[in-house]
């Protein structure tokens, strides 16, 4: 596709829930990151992709969290047992290369959660 | 200390003044810098990138890196009420991580 696409946009879930949340990269990004987003914060870590492997998910906050990108392409953040801590914006992200060489991720429109 | 600091405004600068955004970061390795800018609701954009110390222009922005002060900035010039908007600091932790600061707030008075 043209740019990053997240599904859904929004998502209100009540506490204990589980959600999934889904982001298919820009065609050709083998390198795909989550990140989670609170209010008046820069965007925070929380795992990152390259290819099918998680390469690093020293961001996960707990055992909660997981994430899949079975194929390589689209990936899926799954949250269990939501608190309402975890209520964010939950970005994901895309780039050709990694940052080191000086190329840029970028940003889907984000999936607002909500846990209430 | 957190690995990048920025300033988290806001910062209010009247139309057509030079606008002077700066972040500070921890990691003497760190190789790549970025600059996002974010409006209200939105995801963050890519506004640029540097890698070598000194300038690099690109229309009315202005990135300036200084390596051994470990300091980056965003200068605007001519700022619009367009501009207004939170812009993020990214810096490379290792080889595949952007690690981004809180943001500065910037708002442009018409």
């Known amino acids: 596709g043209a740019g990053v696409s997240q599904t859904p946009s929004n998502k209100v879930t009540e506490k204990g829930k589980y959600v999934e949340l889904r982001c298919d990269p820009i065609?050709?990004?083998?390198?795909l990151y989550w990140y989670r987003q609170s209010l008046g914060q820069g965007p925070e870590f929380l795992i990152y992709?390259?290819?099918?492997?998680?390469?690093?998910d020293s961001g996960l906050p707990n055992d909660r969290f997981f994430a899949v990108r079975p194929e390589g392409s689209v990936s899926t953040l799954k949250i269990q047992r939501t608190e309402r801590g975890d209520s964010a914006v939950y970005l994901c992200?895309?780039?050709?290369?990694?940052?080191?060489?000086?190329?840029?991720?970028?940003f889907g429109q984000g999936t607002r959660l909500t846990v209430v | 200390q957190k690995e990048v600091e920025q300033n988290s405004g806001p910062l209010s600068v009247p139309e057509g003044a030079i606008a002077s955004l700066n972040c500070t970061y921890s990691?003497?390795?760190?190789?790549?810098f970025f600059w996002y800018r974010q409006y209200s609701g939105k995801s963050p954009e890519l506004i640029m990138s540097?890698?070598?110390?000194g300038d690099k222009e690109d229309g009315r922005f202005t990135a300036q890196l200084n390596k051994a002060s470990q300091y980056v900035s965003l200068l605007i010039r001519d700022s619009q009420p367009s501009d207004s908007a939170t812009y993020l600091c990214?810096?490379?932790?290792?080889?595949?991580?952007?690690?981004f600061g809180t943001g500065t707030r910037l708002k442009v008075l018409a």
């Open positions: 990214a810096v490379n932790g290792g080889t595949y991580k952007y690690i």
């Open positions: 992200a895309s780039s050709l290369l990694t940052p080191a060489s000086g190329i840029s991720a970028f």
């Open positions: 990691d003497r390795g760190s190789q790549s």
């Open positions: 065609s050709g990004h083998t390198a």
């Open positions: 992709f390259q290819g099918t492997g998680a390469a690093d």
């Open positions: 540097i890698y070598s110390n």
